[in-house]
Each structure stands twice: as C-alpha cells, then as structure tokens.
C-alpha cells in the first residue's frame, strides 16, 4: 500500500482562507452542523494556520494555532481520514508552538477525538462539556519535556 500523496504547509490566512474555507465549511458546518457565524471567529486572521494540500494542491485538512496557545479548527476531508493527514498537521502545528518557545499548548478535543489526541501526548483535564452541540474536553500538552 502506497502512502498518502500530501503535503503540510504553514498557510497564509488571507491569501490562503478559500482553501481553508474549503476544508472547515464541509466538515464543521456542513457534516458536523456547527454555524458557520461560530466556525470563523475574530481571532482567525491573528492565528498561524496549516494546510495539508494533496499532490494537485487542493487542500484536504487544515488546523491553526491561536495566540492563546491552543490548537484548534482541526480538520481532514472525509476522503483523507485515517492517511495519516490530521497527524501530520497536528505534528505540524507542535513544530510551531515549541518553536515559538510555548510551555504548553491546550485544546478543545471532540470526544470521538480523545484518543487521537493523547496518541501525541496530550492529557485531558476537567470534565467534558458542550461546545457548539458536541462533546468536548480540553487537553494539554507540555512542551518542556524534551521527549515530546
């Protein structure tokens, strides 16, 4: 079996928000029901985003990295679920919160999302809640061990 043929790059929000908006209208607003005035928010244009683009350069995942220093708005495209996309990008976006010196990045897991999350070695904390009509739970993970 072959390996996925896709690429992650760091995205430019204005230049780049029609492949964003391309990955994270389909999969939150339109597969997961999440109003589209709650998917992009104030904070989107002040965030670091990714982009996975396949070997024609249309996007097939996404995720950004917010300056209160958490992950969020991770997405893959149905068709590129389990190829090892949503790794790459949340490896991707690691890369950029230890890089920019963090102590820790934080995030708001969907439930379903749990274990792929602490795979990467994140840790949940608190309890689980509701966040735009889906189960969640925020997770860490510390950027000062060396090990990570």
Known sequence: MSKPD????????????????AVREPVFV????????LEWDTIDPDCRHVL?????????????????HSIGRMAVLPDWRGKGVGDALLIQLIALARDAGWPSV????????LGFYRKHGFVAEGGIY????????NMTLDLTNAGN
Not at 6 to 21: G, H, K, N, S
Not at 30 to 37: A, F, K, S, W
Not at 106 to 113: E, F, G, K, N, P
Not at 130 to 137: K, M, R, S, V
């Open 6 to 21: 896709f690429r992650v790059i760091e995205a430019d929000y204005t230049r780049d928000l029609p492949r964003l908006r």
């Open 30 to 37: 339109m597969e997961q029901q999440v109003p589209l005035d």
């Open 52 to 68: 996975a683009l396949d070997a024609e350069d249309r996007p097939v995942g996404t995720g950004r990295l917010t300056p209160q």
């Open 106 to 113: 934080s995030l708001h897991a969907q439930v379903d999302a």
């Open 130 to 137: 509701t966040e735009a009509g889906i189960l969640h739970q």
